[in-house]
């Protein structure tokens, strides 16, 4: 192996490691522990060796963002794949959403409450287009094309408050199956107007 190439692979590696490591840090702590000069003490480098992988904080929680996005993509996609129908994907994409939201609450907030440098809409990253074309999919055997991107965002939205709401302690934890099973009928009653 040359020089060059174990240089690239190290930094690399440090890369991961400083994305993991705020990761972690937030999922024990919270994103207000996450700080430059923490994750150079956790990871035993200095902080400008930290600066030349990231400009700040917000570089740094928009790497575990893009992470995450793609970890949710794929948990969306597996479940629209298992469905037996399309009326059947849209419980099981909305419950792979909200098991995801739950179970991965400091990437969730990575990915959509923290501050972020990454951009929505026509401009965003790849992994971000994928995940909305994957909930949009959803809708493909149901809207007419010319709402279809309004539908899927209004659906986006729908998930992402009631994964917020739910993880924040603030709906009743014995409603989850309904309030799952009420989000599909209402999609479902909103296409078959």
């Known amino acids: 192996m040359s020089p060059q190439t174990r240089k690239e692979r190290e930094r690399a590696e440090r890369h991961q490691r400083i994305i993991d490591t705020a990761r972690e840090l937030a999922e024990t702590e919270g994103w207000e522990?996450?700080?430059?000069?923490?994750?150079a003490e956790r990871i035993e480098y200095s902080q400008p060796v930290l600066y030349s992988h990231f400009a700040g904080k917000s570089a740094i929680v928009s790497a575990v963002a893009l992470e995450?996005?793609?970890?949710?993509?794929?948990?969306?996609?597996a479940a629209r794949e298992s469905a037996a129908s399309p009326e059947d994907a849209l419980g099981k994409v909305a419950r792979a959403y909200l098991t995801f939201a739950a179970d991965n609450s400091a990437r969730y907030d990575a990915m959509f409450v923290q501050k972020t440098d990454l951009a929505f809409g026509?401009?965003?990253?790849?992994?971000?287009?994928?995940?909305?074309?994957?909930?949009?999919a959803l809708f493909v055997p149901f809207a007419d094309k010319s709402d279809l991107a309004a539908r899927t965002e209004v659906a986006w939205s729908s998930m992402h408050g009631i994964a917020t709401l739910d993880r924040s302690g603030r709906l009743v934890d014995d409603l989850r199956e309904q309030r799952l099973a009420i989000l599909v009928d209402e999609w479902l009653a909103a296409v078959q107007r």
Do not use: H, M, N, S
């Open 68 to 77: 995450g996005i793609i970890d949710l993509t794929t948990a969306l996609r």
């Open 122 to 136: 026509p401009d965003a990253p790849q992994p971000l287009r994928d995940a909305f074309a994957e909930i949009q």
């Open 33 to 39: 522990a996450v700080t430059v000069r923490k994750l």
